[in-house]
């Protein structure tokens, strides 16, 4: 059972995407991080927090902010972004990307695209993920051996 946070903007403008209505860093709805935070808090029964959007990584230190709160309660930290892991790492997202890494446990990295998008699930087996160019990245294990160490290969058959 997981905390869902969907953050405004996106600047990828990715043909397909399923959540248009995020791209605009002026609609959504404003709040503070102290009450996502105060919310975080007394929801019970969590496993985790999951970050998307929009880009997570437009106001990265209001999500370190969270992402920070979420690991001090014991709660793994999976976030989808735009940019690749190599991106971030290269300082592409800017300094406060960066600092986020270090908090997030799983990554889900990279634009969607359309022509690789996986169809209808055949057996059943979660992706996690939009399109096969996509990678669900173990950070913690990325960051460690200087490369991308995938959280966990994707053998499934698209439809
Ligand atoms: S990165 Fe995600 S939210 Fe942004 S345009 Fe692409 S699919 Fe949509």
Known sequence: MRFALF?????????GCHNPETWDEHGGML????????????????????????EPLLQPFAVLEIAEE?????????????????????????????QLLQEVDVLVDGRFIASRAYGSITDGTPVWCGSSN???????????????????ELGMKLA
């Open 7 to 15: 953050t405004q903007g996106c600047p990828h403008g990715c043909p």
């Open 31 to 54: 709040t503070d991080t102290e009450e996502i935070i105060r919310v975080l808090r007394s929801t019970h029964y969590l496993d985790g927090i999951t970050i998307s959007g929009g």
């Open 70 to 98: 979420a690991q001090a309660l014991g709660l793994s930290v999976w976030m989808y972004t735009g940019y690749t892991f190599e991106q971030i790492r290269e300082g592409y997202a800017g300094i406060g990307a960066l």
């Open 134 to 152: 996509q990678r669900l990245i173990d950070v913690r294990q990325s960051l460690i051996a200087g490369h991308v160490v995938l959280w966990r």
